[in-house]
C-alpha cells in the first residue's frame, strides 16, 4: 500500500498539477480543432485521476488522510477546476463531499486552515446551470454540512467564508 501512494498516486498528483493545455490558436480553424479535442481528453483524463483518488478517500482512510495531507494532494485536486470542464469539475466535487463525509475531524481542521471552503464554491459559483448534476452534489454537501451529520465548528466556518454569497443565491 505504501508503494501505491508513493509512486502511483504521487504521479496522478503531478499530473493533476500539470498545466498542458493549449491556448487556442486564433489564426487556424483546424488547429484550434485539434487543440480544443487536446484540452478535452486532457481534461478527461484527469477526471479519471480524480476518480481514483476520490476511491482511495474512501476505501483507504487513515493511509489517505496520511498522504493527502503530507502531499498536499486536496489542493491539487481543487486547483484542476481552472480548466473549466464540466466534467472534471463534477469529479471535483464528488472527491471533496467524499473528504467531508468522513466525518474526520483532523481533514476538518486541514479544510478550514488551508480555507478550502472558498476553492470549493467556486465551483457552485462557476456553475451558471443549477438545474444539473454538479448543484445536485454541491447541495448535497451542504445538505450534509448543515443538516444531517451537523459539525457546529465546520458549518460556522463555511458560513463566515462563503455565507452571504450563499444567502444571495
Known amino acids: 500500500m505504501e508503494l501505491f501512494y508513493e509512486q502511483s498516486i504521487s504521479m496522478f498528483k503531478a499530473f493533476l498539477e500539470a ?3 493549449f491556448e487556442l490558436s486564433q489564426d487556424n480553424a483546424c488547429i484550434r480543432s485539434k487543440q480544443t479535442e ?9 477526471g479519471l485521476a480524480v476518480q481514483l483518488i476520490t476511491k482511495c ?15 498536499g494532494l486536496i489542493e491539487a485536486v481543487l486547483n484542476c477546476q481552472r480548466h473549466k470542464s464540466k466534467v472534471l469539475n463534477l469529479h471535483i466535487a464528488k472527491f471533496f463531499k467524499q473528504i467531508i463525509k468522513q466525518k474526520d475531524n483532523v481533514f476538518y481542521q486541514y479544510v478550514m486552515k488551508k ?25 448535497d454537501l451542504f445538505d450534509h454540512l448543515f443538516v444531517r451529520e451537523f459539525n457546529d465548528r ?3 466556518h463555511v458560513m463566515e467564508l462563503v455565507g452571504d454569497k450563499m444567502r444571495r443565491d
Open 154 to 156: 465546520l458549518s460556522k
Open 115 to 139: 480555507q478550502l471552503f472558498l476553492k470549493f464554491f467556486e465551483l457552485y459559483e462557476d456553475n451558471q446551470n443549477k438545474g444539473n448534476l454538479l448543484h445536485s452534489i454541491i447541495m
Open 57 to 71: 478517500a474512501a476505501d483507504h482512510n487513515f493511509k489517505f488522510r496520511m498522504f493527502a495531507l503530507k502531499h
Open 38 to 46: 487536446f484540452n478535452r481528453v486532457l481534461d478527461d483524463s484527469k
Open 19 to 21: 498545466d498542458g493545455h
